[in-house]
DNA sequence: TGTACATCAGTGAACGCGCGTTCACTGATGTAC
DNA sequence: TGTACATCAGTGAACGCGCGTTCACTGATGTAC
C-alpha cells in the first residue's frame, strides 16, 4: 500500500496548528518536523522550501475559509441582506478560531500567492460573495451599482472589522467587540 | 550644547525608512544601526530592545498618521459627508506612500501598544473620526445610530479596503483599485 | 518464482549565517567646591 | 581659575542561538523481465 502523501499531510496540519498557536512569522521548519517525529529535511521534500510549506497552510486554510463562509450562503430560512450580516459574523468568528491561519492568508511575504490552489480558493469566496450580493440587489439593496463594487465594499468593512479586532485596535476605542458588536457595527455603517 | 536625542531621533528616522523599504519583520537592529554610522549596540543605548525601537517608530507613525488625516478634517469647503470619504481616500494614500509603517502600527506582535505615545496618537484619531461622523449626523446621516459604532464602522471600512488593497487581494478580484476606485467602493457600500 | 534495477521518501551530519543581547571600557561633557 | 568627581552616550569584542538549506546516504517499495 502506498501512503502517497501522509507525511506531507501531517506536516501540513502539525503547521497550521503552530500557525495559530505562535504566528506565522515564530514558525520553523525543524519545530514543526519535530513536531512530525520527523528529521528536520523532510519537509524540503514535499514542500521544496519554507514558502512552499507555508503556501500549501494558507491555501488549504482559505478552502476551508471559504468552506466555512459558504455555509452561511443559500439559506432558504434568511433574506439575502441578513445573509450578509451573517457572512460578516462568520467573517470574524473565523479569524477568532484560528488567527494565524488568518493571519498568514494575507501575508503575501510569507506566501506565494500565484499558488493555485490559494487563487482558487480566492476566487471561489469573492465569485459566491458577488452572486450574494446580486440576490441582495434583487431584494432592492443598491439595485442600481456594480455587484462587484458592492462586493469588495463587504469584503473590506468584514476584514477591516475584523482585523481591527484581532490586533486590539478597536478594543482600545470601542466598548463592545464581540461577535453581536462586529455585526452591529457592519449594520450600522451599510445601513441595513 | 548638548544634541540630546540627536542619535535617537536618526535611529527612529532611518528604522522607519527601512521598514517601508524591507518590512517591518526584516529589520535588524545591526542594519539601522550601520545605516546611522554608529556600532550595532548604541540602539540599545536608546530603546533597551527592538521591540523598544520599533516602538518608538510606530507610536511616531501614528502621530504622522494623525496629522495626515488631520489635514483633511474640518476643510470648510467640503461638507461632513465629503469629508469622510476623503478622509478614506487620505487612509489608503497613507498605506501606499508608507507601507511599512502602516503596516507595523496594526502589528501588536512588534510594538508595545501600551506605549504612551502611541496610545495616544491613536486616540487622537479615533475621536477626531467620532467629532466628524457626528458632524455627518447633523447633516442626517444616520441621526439615530451611536457616533462611535458608525467610526469604529468607517474605520473597520477604510482599514479594510485599504489592506485588501495593499496586500493584493482586491486587485485579483477586482479591476480597479486606484484611490479613486477606494472611494468609490467606500461610497457605494455605506450608500453616500 | 526469482533476480536486477529504478524510484523515492526520509535521514543525519554539517555548513554558514545574521541576529539580539551583554558587558567592561573609553572619552567627552557637566557639576560641585 | 582649577581640581575632583559623576554622568552618560557610544564602542567593540564576544557569546550563544536557532535557523534554512544542502547533500551524500540508506532502505524500503514497486517494476521489468
Redesign the interface.
Known amino acids: 500500500v502506498h501512503f502517497d502523501g501522509d507525511l506531507r499531510r501531517t506536516l501540513i496540519d502539525a503547521a497550521a496548528e503552530r500557525v495559530d498557536e505562535v ?1 506565522a ?1 515564530a514558525i520553523s521548519l525543524r519545530d514543526v518536523a519535530a513536531r512530525c517525529g520527523v528529521s528536520h529535511a523532510a519537509p524540503a521534500h514535499h514542500f521544496g522550501d519554507k514558502t512552499g510549506l507555508l503556501t500549501a497552510v494558507a491555501a488549504e486554510s482559505f478552502e476551508q475559509f471559504a468552506l466555512h463562509l459558504g455555509t452561511v450562503l443559500g439559506d432558504p430560512t434568511l433574506r439575502p441582506l441578513e445573509q450578509l450580516a451573517t457572512l460578516g459574523r462568520a467573517y470574524a468568528a473565523f479569524a477568532e478560531q484560528w488567527p494565524g491561519r488568518f493571519d498568514l492568508m ?4 510569507l506566501v506565494r ?1 500565484d499558488d493555485a490552489a490559494y ?1 482558487a480558493a ?2 471561489f469566496a ?2 459566491a460573495l458577488v452572486g450574494l450580493v446580486e440576490r441582495c440587489q434583487q431584494d432592492g439593496w ?1 439595485p442600481d ?2 455587484p ?17 479586532r484581532a ?4 478594543a ?4 463592545g467587540v464581540d461577535l453581536d458588536d462586529v455585526v ?3 449594520r ?4 441595513a
Open positions: 504566528g512569522d494575507f501575508r503575501p511575504a500567492t487563487a480566492s476566487t469573492f465569485e443598491h451599482d456594480d462587484r463594487l458592492l462586493a469588495a465594499g463587504a469584503w473590506g468593512l468584514a476584514h477591516g472589522v475584523t482585523q481591527l490586533t486590539g485596535a478597536l482600545r476605542h470601542h466598548a452591529a457595527i457592519g450600522a455603517i451599510i445601513g
